[in-house]
C-alpha cells in the first residue's frame, strides 16, 4: 500500500467524523446552544493528523483539546 492510498484511507475516515461533528453543532444550534470545544478521545483520537485536520476544518469555531494518552 503507497502512503498516497493510506492518505486516501485516512481521509475517508475523516470526511465521516467531519460529519459527525458537523451533525452535533447542528443539533446544538437547535437547542440554542454552541460548542466551545471538540475533546478528542480513543484510539484514532490520539492521531496528529486527526487534531490537525479537524483545527483546520473547525480550528476558528472551537478549540480542539487532545489530552495526552487520548
Known amino acids: 500500500m503507497t502512503s498516497a492510498e493510506l492518505k486516501e484511507v485516512f481521509d475517508a475516515v475523516i470526511r465521516m467524523i467531519f460529519q459527525l461533528i458537523i451533525g452535533q453543532m447542528e443539533r446544538l444550534e437547535e437547542a440554542n446552544l454552541s460548542a466551545s470545544a ?13 487534531r490537525k ?3 483546520e476544518h473547525f480550528g476558528d469555531d472551537v478549540k480542539v483539546i487532545q ?3 487520548a
Do not use: H, T
Not at 38 to 50: C, D
Open 38 to 50: 471538540i475533546l478528542l478521545v480513543g484510539g484514532f483520537g490520539s492521531s496528529e493528523y486527526l
Open 53 to 55: 485536520q479537524i483545527e
Open 67 to 69: 489530552p495526552v494518552d
